[in-house]
């Protein structure tokens, strides 16, 4: 009785091919075992079993992405399972996503947090594969500006709300000046670079309001516009952060 292959060996025998573009095929989704697409090369196929190249089966490297997620409120942020990672699913993506890209396993190999959130918030949270991203919102993190809209109670003089302004210190971190603003009675807005994870809530404590509520609206230059909670969608070629 013949043993099962790997599925790159028999497609690579049966097309004629290189493992390394059978490889190709089948992380990039072109490939189905009985009818069904199998993207792990790996994956073992017995004799009597079909495998197919799919109609439109092109070879081609696959670039890294970046992806947005409307985090909802008790969610953690993180790489770990239960995390807002776990929504970037194709039932959540974004309706109307103009990507082009094609959903596949291969997108979350080293695919990385690099926008910490507090778990009891919601809003804008990234998740890349590539490298400039990763630079940009990690590494010069600090000359990014991020806004929140923070939902609070209490009372806040005029000379309060500008001693805000000018900023304060945190867990050794200089003091900042930032933008904040009253967006209706219960609401703050803050505009400042990439704030540490408890800051706003720090500030809130520190002029006497009590934090209820806390969503991050925007990264940068790009915003959560058109997510709704739990959606996600893919960061267009031209968008920059």
């Known amino acids: 009785m013949s043993e099962s292959v790997r599925l790159a060996k028999r ?16 992380e990039g989704g072109w490939v189905a075992v009985d009818g069904k697409t199998v993207e792990e090369p790996g994956f073992r196929v017995a004799p009597g079993q079909t495998v197919s190249l799919l109609p439109g089966a092109k070879l081609e490297d696959m670039r890294p992405v970046t992806v947005l997620v409307h985090k909802p409120e008790g969610m953690y942020a993180d790489n770990e399972p239960g995390s807002a990672r776990d929504l970037i699913v194709p039932k959540n993506l974004m309706p ?9 396993k291969r997108m979350f190999n080293g695919l990385k947090l690099v926008t910490p959130l507090e778990r009891a918030a919601s809003g804008l949270v990234v998740y890349t594969q590539e490298y400039p ?5 990690v590494e010069e993190g ?11 109670t209490g009372q806040l003089s005029e000379g ?10 945190f867990e050794g971190r200089p003091a900042m000046p930032m933008k ?4 209706n009675e219960t609401h703050l807005r803050f505009a400042l670079k990439t704030p540490p994870l408890g800051f706003i809530e720090f500030v809130c404590d520190t002029a006497g309001l009590r ?3 806390l969503r991050r609206l925007r990264i940068g230059r790009l915003p959560m516009a058109g997510l ?5 969608r893919y960061r267009l070629d031209y968008e920059r952060f």
């Open 228 to 232: 709704a909670v739990g959606q996600w």
């Open 160 to 169: 309060d709300l500008a001693r805000l302004q000018r900023g304060l210190a």
């Open 142 to 152: 600090k000359l990014v500006e991020q806004e929140y809209v923070a939902q609070v």
């Open 11 to 26: 497609l690579a025998t049966e097309q004629s091919c290189s493992r390394g573009d059978a490889e190709r095929y089948i």
């Open 133 to 137: 991203v990763s630079r940009k919102l």
């Open 96 to 104: 109307g996503d103009r990507s082009g890209q094609r959903y596949l």
């Open 180 to 183: 904040v603003s009253w967006q």
């Open 211 to 213: 934090l209820q509520a």
